[in-house]
């Protein structure tokens, strides 16, 4: 049997992930409605770090394979995101008219937006299987 | 919105937050002490949310009315929701989503502050 990874460290990441989950959906919903005009690319991207947050979550909270491997998928993609706008928003701010959730690496999250991701990684990197084989019997379950 | 509130709510906050973050370093799961931490900082949000609530009634209107009720609204549900989940999680980590969640708390309080213009 795969150990779990919706437990133990895991259910922390579950429960910050969909704090966050919720938080960046209320924020980037009130912005597009609100004021999607000032700063479009700002606000799709707090969009696609909220759609990456409720993944993650789901991904997490499953635990089977499929969801690990989904979760994997959204801190890697969560992990470029913020090193990519974070860099830009250091260098570029012109670009970037209004913050976005992961402006100055997460600055306006207490930095959890950058800590997040790789502790998932590493989370999910954890030895998966309790003895030889299971990883036979993994992959026919799915 | 009277700053005694939001002081008397960070400072509860901050408590539990302590209890909590260090009874994980103790290998400790949620106990009676966390839950009454929780009762009190639950019972602070209520007071402090119904208090802007009243100052909103009396004239005083948030600047941002939509970002208000989210915080308002998350700051009411969080203790409680993180006790359901930390009691789902009888280890050390059932503590550690108790002391996160107690720490997001002040952050919600400064939130408040600035959306209502105190």
């Known amino acids: 049997m795969p150990r779990p990874v919706n437990t133990g460290l895991g259910r922390v990441l579950v429960f910050v992930y969909g704090l966050f989950a919720v938080a960046a959906t209320c924020r980037a919903g009130v912005q597009i409605i609100m004021k999607f005009g000032e700063a479009p690319v700002s606000y799709l991207l707090s969009a696609l770090a909220a759609v990456l947050y409720i993944v993650a979550t789901v991904g997490l909270v499953r635990g089977d394979a499929g969801g690990r491997r989904l979760a994997q998928a959204c801190f890697t993609v969560e992990l470029i995101g913020v090193l990519a706008v974070g860099t830009l928003s250091v260098l570029q701010p012109q670009d970037f008219p209004d913050a976005t959730v992961w402006s100055g690496f997460g600055e306006g999250y207490g930095y959890l937006p950058l800590v997040l991701p790789v502790l998932g990684l590493i989370w999910l990197r954890r030895p998966q299987q309790a003895a030889t084989g299971a990883v036979t019997e993994d992959s026919t379950v799915r | ?118």
Not at chain 2, 13 to 40: E, F, K, S
Not at chain 2, 46 to 53: S, Y
Not at chain 2, 71 to 80: D, G, I, S, V
């Open chain 2, 1 to 118: 919105m009277p700053a005694v509130l939001s002081t008397a709510t960070t400072v509860v906050a901050l408590l539990l937050a302590a209890v909590a973050l260090l009874a994980a370093a103790l290998n400790r799961a949620p106990d009676r002490v966390q839950l009454i931490g929780t009762v009190i900082v639950s019972i602070a949000a209520v007071v402090l949310v119904g208090a802007a609530v009243a100052s909103w009634i009396g004239g005083h209107s948030p600047r941002e009315t939509t970002t208000f009720l989210g915080y308002a609204l998350t700051m009411l549900l969080l203790p409680a929701g993180a006790w359901i989940v930390g009691k789902m999680e009888p280890t050390r980590f059932g503590s550690v989503i108790i002391g996160v969640a107690a720490l997001i708390v002040p952050v919600l309080v400064l939130r408040i502050g600035q959306v209502f213009g105190a």
